[in-house]
């Protein structure tokens, strides 16, 4: 068994100003733990390919990938909003991205594959249909679901956010829509201040104060995600796996531990091997300590093995 990990150098091109927390390390940082781990014998590497517009149109509105394709400077970088911005790169990286995504699919979906991994960035839970927010430009793991929907013909997707930030982006994209589940986690009264009123009933969400420990974590989203999982029965099961709730991440009050991102991943494996023979496809999000971040992914990793 192994796990196929999509990326490409043009993730490394969108490159903020030295102090923004979002940052091409990052993906180093990861390969470096996979190396150091010892995991390299059960990954397959594969380039990502650039998203084609018509699949990004299916969750976000034409303006707004001219929008961020026109603010994209000849040099240097250009804020968007306060936290984000787009650099000389930022299309190559957003559109490889969004890209790797729709190949994880294509993966999962048509090869002996099961389970793949975006080592990608820029992060996408925060990008709403019409608005980059949150570091985010396009939403990764909403154009995979509709990619996963429309291409492949699948009738039931489902995505599990455990970011520490609520995926604000990717509710607005897919709230109402019967054939996706979509299950957050976040850190209440938090950025980007959302998701604590949400009525929608196929959105699942779990906010949890400042503070939280795993087990407290553990407990809250075993009893309002799994049933619901299982009673969807997914078909496929995408992550937007943010690891910036880890107890060494200054970027939240979350107190997680690598072992609790080992212990989510293993149960959305049992999930995945109950009812979509295994299809996972996990896409980076938020992580912002290098050193933990590269050891969370290697607990994510080894829990979907």
């Not at 390969?31 to 969750?59: C, H, T, W």
């Not at 991102?261 to 996972?280: Q, T, V």
Request: charged residues 20%.
């Amino acid at each position: 068994m192994s796990i196929v990990v999509f990326s490409h150098s043009d993730c490394l091109d969108h490159i903020p100003d030295e102090q923004h927390p979002e940052c091409p390390a990052r993906i180093a940082a990861i390969n470096d733990q996979l190396i150091r781990s010892g995991m390299d014998f059960v990954l397959v590497r594969k380039d990502a390919s650039d998203a084609p517009l018509e699949a990004i149109y299916r969750a976000h509105t034409k303006e707004h990938v001219d929008f961020v394709f026109a603010q994209i400077p000849e040099y240097d970088h250009e804020w968007i909003d306060p936290d984000t911005l787009v650099t000389a790169g930022s299309k190559a990286g957003g559109v490889k991205a969004a890209g790797a995504a729709i190949n994880a699919v294509d993966d999962v979906l048509t090869t002996y594959n099961k389970q793949a991994f975006c080592a990608v960035r820029p992060p996408g839970h925060h990008a709403t249909r019409d608005k980059a927010m949150g570091f985010c430009l396009f939403n990764n793991v909403a154009i995979a679901a509709y990619h996963a929907l429309e291409t492949h013909g699948l009738e039931r997707v489902a995505i599990v956010d455990f970011d520490v930030h609520h995926g604000n982006g990717t509710e607005d994209i897919v709230q109402g829509d019967e054939r996706i589940l979509f299950c957050s986690s976040f850190q209440q009264a938090f950025y980007p201040f959302t998701g604590e009123d949400t009525s929608a009933d196929n959105v699942h969400n779990v906010p949890l104060p400042a503070g939280c420990k795993g087990p407290q974590w553990q407990e809250a989203v075993s009893q309002q995600w799994f049933k619901a999982l299982e009673d969807f029965a997914p078909q496929l099961i995408l992550i937007s796996a943010g690891f910036d709730g880890h107890a060494e991440d200054d970027m939240s009050q979350f107190l997680l531990k690598e072992e609790d991102y080992h212990w989510i991943s293993l149960k959305l494996k049992e999930i995945a091997d109950n009812h979509c023979d295994g299809r996972i496809v996990s896409t980076l999000e938020g992580g912002y300590n290098l050193s933990a971040l590269g050891r969370s992914v290697v607990a994510h990793l080894k829990g979907l093995l």
